[in-house]
């Protein structure tokens, strides 16, 4: 069953009309219910293109949150071959929100990195939502100072509303932590790429995503705070997420125009969710593009790069 979101409304419509017909099976006309049916499958098919060529900020925050859109494991399903977890930051416990692990991408070994939300309840509430914890960042630090190591690339699958904002979180140190794992990006000697499949959301994103090169899928978001956090600090009125979305610019092409991001990956029409697998194909494709251009560049010159490129966000403004 499709769960359709508030704005898909004309094309829930008319793809349950459709159903209807289909039911009725071998009643009355078949060659007119046939031709009925293929007329409301372009008039649905229509709609969809035409909703999803203007999407507002806020329609896109529901994309990129929508529930069946795919997931770090599921990119990792599809393009990581061996893929082989690690678990554990060696100072306090293994946190499932942050999945890390070394694999290889069409033959180039390398270190996985990314935040799983999980996809029915339980997961989702082993995974924390992918919120992280401190342990979940220095797991992080921990594979990129082993991918540093044995110069392994490094990419990092970014999906998370943000860090967990608990006690226990603050208590163990969340804001150093993600500060470190921050730190760690930058002095990677070899390269890193990201990519926001779903939410970029605040540090809790930037500390794994501070790579040579950015990459955001065409619904995804990428925001300092979630917008129902950003409307209760401004206006504290939450119910005003839908003013902050706009307010923020968290969108892909608004980001791309500002330089914070690199690159904008097409999804199909209606969303990641409709067509996973054909999404997860072209990110893959956008991922060992992005490692190629890399090719042959020695640590110094990753490094140099990397300054460069955040040094320079906002300058042409």
């Given at each position: 069953?499709?769960?359709?979101?508030?704005?898909?409304?004309?094309?829930?419509?008319l793809?349950?009309?459709?159903?209807?017909?289909?039911?009725l099976?071998?009643?009355?006309?078949?060659?007119?219910?046939?031709?009925?049916?293929?007329?409301?499958?372009?008039?649905?098919?229509?709609?969809?293109?035409?909703?999803?060529?203007?999407?507002?900020?806020?329609?896109?925050?529901?994309?990129?949150?929508?529930?069946?859109?795919?997931?770090?494991?599921?990119?990792?399903?599809?393009?990581?071959?061996?893929?082989?977890p690690?678990?554990?930051?060696?100072?306090?416990?293994?946190?499932?929100?942050?999945?890390?692990?070394?694999?290889?991408?069409?033959?180039?070994?390398?270190?996985?990195?990314?935040?799983?939300k999980?996809?029915?309840?339980?997961?989702?509430?082993?995974?924390?939502?992918g919120?992280?914890?401190?342990?979940?960042y220095?797991?992080?630090?921990?594979?990129?100072?082993l991918?540093?190591?044995?110069?392994?690339?490094?990419?990092?699958?970014?999906d998370?509303?943000?860090?967990?904002?608990?006690?226990?979180?603050?208590?163990?140190?969340?804001?150093?932590?993600?500060?470190?794992?921050?730190?760690?990006?930058?002095?990677?000697g070899v390269?890193?790429?990201?990519?926001?499949?779903?939410?970029?959301?605040s540090?809790?994103?930037?500390?794994?995503?501070?790579?040579?090169?950015?990459?955001?899928?065409?619904?995804?978001?990428?925001?300092?705070a979630?917008?129902?956090?950003?409307?209760?600090?401004?206006?504290?009125d939450?119910?005003?997420?839908?003013?902050?979305?706009?307010?923020?610019r968290?969108?892909a092409?608004?980001?791309?125009?500002?330089?914070a991001?690199?690159?904008?990956?097409?999804?199909?029409?209606?969303?990641?969710?409709?067509q996973?697998?054909?999404?997860v194909?072209?990110?893959g494709?956008?991922?060992?593009?992005?490692?190629?251009?890399?090719?042959?560049?020695?640590?110094?010159?990753?490094?140099?790069q990397?300054?460069?490129?955040?040094?320079?966000?906002?300058?042409?403004?």
């Amino acid at each position: 069953m499709h769960t359709y979101l508030d704005f898909e409304k004309p094309i829930a419509d008319l793809q349950g009309k459709v159903q209807e017909l289909r039911s009725l099976g071998d009643d009355g006309d078949a060659v007119a219910i046939s031709d009925e049916i293929s007329r409301l499958e372009t008039r649905a098919d229509q709609a969809l293109a035409e909703i999803y060529a203007k999407l507002t900020p806020w329609q896109k925050t529901q994309v990129a949150r929508h529930p069946d859109r795919p997931h770090f494991q599921d990119y990792v399903d599809q393009l990581i071959d061996d893929f082989t977890p690690l678990a554990g930051d060696r100072k306090y416990a293994d946190d499932a929100a942050v999945v890390a692990g070394l694999g290889r991408l069409n033959g180039r070994s390398i270190a996985v990195i990314g935040q799983e939300k999980g996809s029915d309840t339980e997961s989702r509430l082993k995974h924390n939502f992918g919120m992280a914890r401190p342990e979940g960042y220095r797991k992080a630090v921990r594979i990129m100072k082993l991918a540093d190591r044995f110069s392994l690339p490094v990419l990092a699958l970014v999906d998370t509303a943000g860090a967990y904002p608990g006690i226990g979180a603050e208590e163990r140190g969340q804001a150093e932590a993600i500060a470190r794992s921050t730190e760690a990006c930058l002095a990677l000697g070899v390269p890193n790429v990201a990519v926001v499949i779903g939410e970029g959301g605040s540090g809790g994103a930037v500390a794994i995503a501070t790579a040579n090169t950015v990459h955001m899928l065409e619904h995804a978001i990428y925001t300092v705070a979630s917008p129902e956090a950003s409307a209760s600090i401004l206006w504290h009125d939450s119910s005003r997420a839908q003013d902050a979305a706009t307010a923020m610019r968290i969108t892909a092409e608004d980001l791309l125009r500002f330089g914070a991001v690199d690159g904008v990956i097409r999804e199909p029409v209606g969303g990641a969710h409709r067509q996973p697998a054909d999404t997860v194909t072209a990110t893959g494709e956008a991922i060992e593009e992005a490692f190629t251009a890399f090719d042959g560049l020695g640590a110094d010159e990753i490094r140099r790069q990397r300054r460069e490129k955040y040094l320079a966000i906002g300058r042409s403004l």
